[in-house]
């Protein structure tokens, strides 16, 4: 087994081998899904899996948009459009200045076995731009966004591909991109989701990432009898995941010891309360400020800089900032200090060897693609609103999140479940994910 998931890795090395990130999420889902392909001859010697690991459409365009100096800037955008066998094209679109073909590949190959995963219709894509919104005014935000759908309103719709946020894309961005996609296409609909409430916006969808992430937990510690009350709950990021991630924890009982972001993290032993957090939400939503501005606020707390939070001692930590946050030597400090629970908030937050070292121990560990489901799970709910023309109440859209993510953790459980009882979550969500969207390829012929 090992050569044949050796050979076809050396396959998509070849083909993509200056892709770091995409070939790390390529060998953690192969690594899992080629065995069952072996075992299973509808999906043997039918190259499914070499199918998905190619997109199905990737464009790459400029971005050219004026400063309030006045300057020319000139930025790169991207859409993947990953895999279309289940749904239309449904995925975040990151602003950050690392953003790449590598990262948004290992982004949107994630997306298409999450989407899976939710049991709604959708397929999976990612896009974004090596631009860098920090620092940058209000307006221009606007022009960046307005110029970047200038290209992008060509390759996307309500029926073919459905953007979303992620890391640097909020509420304020998703307003301007739908503004100018509504102005060019002389149209409203539900092109885009994470929208405001007051124009085609779904309640729940801001929270909905963070929560899905904490009901998933809920879910894997139910397992073991167990639950949040009273628990430290380390967090890492302070952007949208985070803070509803840390909000849902702090209501069902648990202490959240820390926050952080890209200049280092806050640990506050007395646990970050809800008013606490109000002030977080305040200074990184609408200040768009630094999180050591917490220890001025609060100074019991103490500020990290340039560090992770995982040396912290905690029961349950929940990573939620970005991609390979968390590595080898993390685990081990985790697991040397008790803990007993990692679920994933953040895309690809652990390295494949923080991961083996989690399963060595044992301990409940879910990959985010399983994890933070529930905010395009939300998405998806948004995109059923805005074609029903209708709005769902907080506590209806609530209820449908937290079925899913248990309908996700069942699922995770039917294909990962070992003989001695532990659950591979990885190894779940991976087989789980793959069967739905091979099965609808399989279906559909060689296209
Ligand atoms: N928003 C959503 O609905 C979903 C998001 N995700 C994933 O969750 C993660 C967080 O996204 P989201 O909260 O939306 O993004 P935000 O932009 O709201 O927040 C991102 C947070 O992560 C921190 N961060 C970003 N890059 C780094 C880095 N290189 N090192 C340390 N910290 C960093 C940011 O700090 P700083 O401000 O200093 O950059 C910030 O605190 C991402 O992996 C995203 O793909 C997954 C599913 C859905
Ligand atoms: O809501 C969406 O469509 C996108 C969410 C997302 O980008 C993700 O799940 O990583």
């Not at 899992?32 to 790459?60: A, C, F």
């Not at 990953?82 to 953003?99: C, D, E």
């Not at 606007?142 to 309103?153: K, N």
Request: one cysteine or more.
């Amino acid at each position: 087994m090992k050569e044949i998931i050796a050979e076809f890795l050396d396959m998509v090395k070849e083909r993509n081998g200056h892709e770091p990130e995409f070939l790390q999420a390529v060998e953690e889902v192969a690594e899992t899904v080629i065995p069952y392909i072996v075992q299973h001859d509808i999906y043997y010697g039918k190259n499914v899996l070499l199918r998905m690991v190619e997109p199905e459409r990737l464009v790459s365009f400029r971005v050219c948009w004026v400063d309030d100096d006045g300057e020319i800037q000139v930025n790169r955008g991207y859409r993947i459009q990953m895999n279309s066998a289940i749904g239309p094209y449904k995925g975040g679109l990151r602003f950050h200045p690392t953003v790449n073909a590598s990262i948004l590949k290992f982004l949107a190959f994630e997306q298409v076995f999450k989407n899976s995963l939710t049991t709604l219709p959708m397929g999976g894509g990612k896009g974004g731009s090596d631009f860098d919104p920090k620092g940058k005014s209000d307006n221009e935000i606007m022009r960046f966004c307005h110029a970047f759908m200038s290209e992008l309103f060509r390759h996307i719709g309500p029926n073919t591909d459905i953007p979303a946020g992620d890391i640097g894309v909020g509420q304020r961005e998703i307003g301007f991109l739908f503004g100018k996609y509504r102005k060019l296409r002389n149209e409203f609909t539900g092109v885009l989701t994470g929208k405001g409430l007051t124009w085609g916006g779904s309640l729940i969808r801001p929270e909905a990432t963070g929560y899905g992430t904490v009901y998933f937990a809920e879910n894997m510690l139910r397992t073991k009898n167990d639950n949040f009350e009273g628990k430290t709950v380390v967090i890492s990021g302070s952007g949208n995941v985070a803070q509803y991630a840390a909000e849902k924890c702090i209501v069902i009982g648990a202490k959240v010891v820390t926050l952080s972001d890209s200049s280092g993290y806050i640990y506050d032993k007395d646990g970050i309360d809800a008013d606490k957090l109000k002030f977080v939400m305040h200074l990184k939503n609408v200040k768009r400020g630094r999180i050591k501005e917490y220890v001025k606020e609060y100074p019991e707390a103490k500020f990290v800089k340039g560090k992770t939070p995982w040396s912290e001692k905690c029961d349950i930590a929940l990573p939620c900032a970005t991609q390979n946050e968390l590595d080898i030597e993390d685990a081990k400090a985790l697991l040397a200090n008790g803990c007993m629970c990692v679920s994933e908030g953040a895309n690809m937050p652990s390295t494949n060897e923080a991961i083996k070292e989690f399963h060595k121990a044992r301990i409940l560990f879910a990959p985010g693609k399983a994890s933070n489901a529930g905010g395009v799970a939300t998405s998806g709910l948004e995109m059923t609103q805005n074609s029903l023309r209708y709005k769902w109440t907080r506590e209806e859209v609530d209820k449908k999140l937290r079925e899913i993510m248990q309908d996700i953790h069942n699922s995770c459980t039917e294909y990962g479940q070992e003989d001695d009882g532990y659950i591979d979550y990885v190894k779940g969500a991976n087989i789980a994910g793959f069967v739905k969207v091979a099965d609808a390829m399989l279906a559909q012929g060689v296209v």
